[in-house]
């Protein structure tokens, strides 16, 4: 049984995921900062998975902004399943703002949570697998880092880094057996798009429903994705299928991106 880790795993796309590789049979590790949220989350897991799959579901409080929790999390995942075959790098985004409205306090805030964060933990899995022959890395980023959306600076620009950091990655590791890809969401059906959007409509003195419906309508498929559309992106990219893919980005917002 493959052993694979989820950050952000309690809500949204990561419990996506986190389901969608439980009910393919892999040992899922969630993580997330809070435990009462995130043990509520593994209960949910392991409801939703049933019979289906013979798999385990876990929870382990982390926090990925915290310079201090990737060394024990990874040991205990180490300690109790004997190393990381998956590791889904998925950090919820961070408060929206212009890229000249965040001082150096909130940038440095956002790189612990989308840049450094990720790749504490990338740096202390990786050469485990790398020594095992066999590895998935996946950081989900955003359509925001090919088409930027000026209110949403830091994750514009720190994910632009994530996806140069994943490329260097699948290059030094490829002849490893391990490979490096990033999955770029476009609008998809959480509470943090209804945040970004009720914040836009703030700033706008404009309604919510207005901005939903002109947001839908720049999306050639009509609608929103569901995180389990996104969740099946990562999870191919997890599998034995995906051996031959490597360094790429594979885009899923229903064709919204605009750029070849």
């Known amino acids: ?35 009462d949220i995130l043990e509520a989350a593994a209960a949910r897991l392991r409801n939703a998975v049933g019979d289906s799959a013979a798999s385990e579901v876990h929870a382990l409080v982390s926090d990925m902004a915290d310079p201090a929790s990737a060394a024990p999390a990874m040991e205990e995942v180490e ?6 075959d998956v590791l889904v790098l998925n950090a919820g985004g961070p408060p929206p703002g212009g890229i000249l409205d965040l001082d150096d306090t909130r940038w440095r805030e956002a790189s612990e949570l989308l840049l450094l964060g990720p790749l504490r933990l990338a740096r202390l899995a990786m050469p485990g697998m ?12 955003s359509t925001a880092v090919r088409q930027p959306q000026p209110d949403l600076a830091a994750s514009v620009v720190l ?38 959007l009720a914040n836009r409509a703030r700033a706008a003195h404009r309604g919510f429903d ?21 969740a099946a992106a990562v999870t191919f990219l997890a599998s034995d299928d995906a051996a031959y893919i490597n360094g790429t980005v594979l885009t899923v917002d229903g064709g919204r991106t605009e750029t070849i």
């Not at 490329?167 to 209804?194: I, Q, Y």
């Not at 901005?211 to 994705?225: F, K, N, V, W």
């Open 79 to 84: 300690h109790r399943h004997g190393g990381l």
């Open 1 to 35: 049984m493959r052993t694979a880790l989820v950050g952000g795993g309690a809500s949204g796309i990561g419990h996506a995921i986190a389901e969608r590789l439980a009910c393919s049979g892999d040992r899922v590790v969630i993580t997330g900062r809070h435990a």
């Open 130 to 141: 790398a020594k095992r022959g066999f590895g998935r890395v996946v950081f989900v980023t």
């Open 210 to 230: 207005e901005l939903d419906a002109q947001d839908l309508a720049e999306i050639p498929a009509g609608r929103a994705a569901r995180p389990a559309e996104i």
């Open 159 to 196: 994910r632009s880094a994530v996806t140069a950091a994943a490329k260097l990655l699948s290059l030094e590791f490829a002849a490893l057996g391990v490979t490096v890809n990033c999955v770029a969401p476009g609008a998809t059906s959480t509470e943090r798009r209804t945040r970004i």
